[in-house]
């Protein structure tokens, strides 16, 4: 007999993916050198400390064209010297693949700084959406003081490249101020 109604091999919760297939990373305080401003206190900060988790979904191998991969990041809350907890950002390897992503918990900002321009900088709330344009590095910011879960969907074949940006910065950051939060221009 032919099954034609088969469950599908993940789940998304809402808030949380999962399912056998479902990879998670994790990025702590060692793994972010050169991402903070300032970086003697992140050489005296607690190396161990788990700043974001990634949950992704890859059903195709990486590198398929067409194909798509879903994914979940979690950062915590917290500063160091005062610049929020924030994503290392990235622009793709492919640098014209695009990206969503969406808010589901917690409140942030979506940096976004195109390879040719001047950076901008867009809300990120429960329900928010954000097309994240080709030839545009990408750095999520949590500046609530709960957790920011955000959604993310983008082209299996888009790779991730990391030290450009890390180098050139992206020309905004984001630390805690006495009315909020305090966007520094670089
Ligand atoms: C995928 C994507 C997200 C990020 C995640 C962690 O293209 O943009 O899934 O990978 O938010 O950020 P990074 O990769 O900058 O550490
Ligand atoms: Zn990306």
Known sequence: MIQAII?????FTGKELRGAPVQ???????????VFVDQNAWKLSNPEQ??????SYCPVAGGTEGGLFFGITHINSGDL????FMT?????????????????????????????GDPWV??????????????????????????LDVGACWPADAGHEYGQILKDGFGIRVFQGSEGPRVRFE
């Open 7 to 11: 469950k599908p091999e993940v789940e």
């Open 24 to 34: 998670t990373l994790v990025r702590k305080m060692k793994n972010l050198e050169g």
């Open 50 to 55: 788990v700043l974001y988790t990634v949950e």
């Open 81 to 84: 010297s005062g610049e929020f």
């Open 88 to 116: 290392k950002g990235h622009i793709h390897e492919k640098p014209n693949r695009g990206e969503y992503y969406w808010g589901i918990r917690g409140d942030g900002l979506l940096v976004l700084k195109p390879m040719e």
């Open 122 to 147: 867009e809300k990120v709330f429960p329900g928010s959406l954000h097309y994240i344009p080709g030839y545009t590095a990408h750095r999520l910011i949590n500046t609530g003081k709960e957790i």
